[in-house]
């Protein structure tokens, strides 16, 4: 028996350099709408949020704030990624994206950005991998 | 939208947290079709309890659900599971199982932005279903390994022809797994690793 026949795809286009902020209002149809939040750090450097970007609480929850961002405070005592967020909160993406966007501009919580796939991948980070790998 | 009582909200169980000196994390995608295992490699390698996260798709599906002419627009709701994995106190590594199904491709957008790379999880009781997938990530330049889930029922082929079969190029690891074992799906994890190691030490040597 002979196994299904694929064709391989070559690549559209070249690879997606680090995500710049200036990529960022240009609507291609590429970029999808969850893309267009953005957050503002501490350095005012506009980056976005990833699933994977780390969240940590710098105060406690304020007694205006409501109910949602108490709890999402609450959880961050310790960092967590925006992908266990939505998890724990049971809220969409987009949601936990647009609570953040707002408690980051009311500095009440910290992004630590993600590791992103450089063109030129970082060698000593993919070690770190594997070195880590080998003792699970 | 309903919205549990922040009372009722529990949050990662104590032993779930991360340090303090958590600096970042990066994410890893494992990608197939539906029952081929991607939940169970999550579950079988990550320190916490696979956990589940969702997006709605209204408009954001556009291309992908067949509407035209509904008057409604149709909210689904599309939920993907993941895992952890501590690397060092500073790095995390996060690994989505994600499902092939073209209908979910538009979540793919901001996931695979930044990921390191992909695993490719085929059964060969059905390795038509992978063929998209593998397909999506030449497009976007993904890299990818393609671990072979092995059920006991499968077709058994050679590497060699299923790496004809899957018209992978020869530097594409092919390796086979059990994804319930730990060990097996560590394995696979480090197999991309070490290939995306490769593709970094060929990149600086051009």
Redesign the interface.
């Known amino acids: ?12 286009h ?3 350099p ?2 710049h902020e200036d990529d960022l209002p240009s609507v291609t149809g ?6 267009l939040y953005i957050l503002t750090g501490e350095d005012g450097e506009r980056a ?1 949020i ?5 969240i ?1 609480a710098r105060a406690d929850p304020p007694p205006s704030a409501a ?2 961002q ?2 999402l405070i ?2 961050c005592q ?4 925006v ?2 967020i ?10 936990v994206t647009v609570l953040l966007t707002e408690l980051l501009t009311a500095e009440l919580v910290q992004a ?6 450089q063109a ?4 000593s ?10 003792k ?1 | ?6 009372d009722t ?4 169980r104590t032993e779930d ?4 000196t ?6 890893i995608v494992i990608v197939g079709g539906f029952g081929v295992g991607k939940t169970t490699m999550v579950g079988s ?1 990550s320190e916490i309890r696979p ?6 798709m209204t ?2 599906g556009i291309g992908v659900d067949d509407n035209f002419g509904s008057k409604s627009k149709t909210a689904t ?1 599309v939920a993907m599971d ?1 895992g ?5 106190d500073q ?4 690994l ?1 199982g994600t499902p092939g199904q073209e209908r979910f491709w ?1 979540l793919w ?3 695979f ?5 992909a695993v490719v999880l085929v059964d ?1 009781r059905r ?2 279903v992978s ?1 998209d997938v ?2 999506r990530l ?4 993904v890299p990818f390994v393609v671990a072979v889930n092995d059920f006991p029922d499968a ?1 058994r ?1 050679a590497i060699e ?2 790496r ?6 020869e530097e594409i690891p092919i390796i086979r797994c059990d994804a319930r074992r ?2 097996s799906s ?1 394995d696979v ?2 197999t991309l ?2 290939f ?2 490769s ?3 060929s ?2 040597s051009a």
């Not at chain 1, 310790?78 to 990624?81: C, G, M």
């Not at chain 1, 630590?112 to 796939?117: D, H, K, L, N, S």
């Not at chain 2, 956990?51 to 709605?56: A, D, P």
């Not at chain 2, 932005?113 to 790379?117: I, K, W």
């Open positions: 028996m002979t196994p299904p026949q694929r064709q391989r795809r070559q690549p559209k070249e690879p997606s680090p995500f590429e970029r999808p709408p969850e893309r976005p990833d699933l994977v970007t780390l940590v109910p949602e108490s709890a609450r959880i310790a960092p967590l990624s992908a266990e939505s998890a724990y909160l049971n809220l969409p993406i987009s949601v630590r950005a993600p590791v992103v796939r030129r991948a970082d060698r980070l993919l070690e770190a991998v594997m070195h880590g790998l080998q699970l | 939208m309903d919205f549990k009582s922040s909200i529990t949050g990662p947290h991360l340090p303090h958590a600096q970042a994390a990066a994410k390698v956990l589940t996260t969702e997006e709605t408009q954001a709701t993941f952890r994995i501590s690397i060092t790095l995390v590594l996060y989505f538009f957008n901001g996931l932005e930044g990921a390191l790379g060969t390795l038509e063929f593998m397909g030449e497009e976007r330049n077709p082929y022809e299923l004809q079969a899957l018209d992978l190029a730990r060990a560590r994890l480090m690793m070490s995306l190691h593709l970094a030490m990149g600086a």
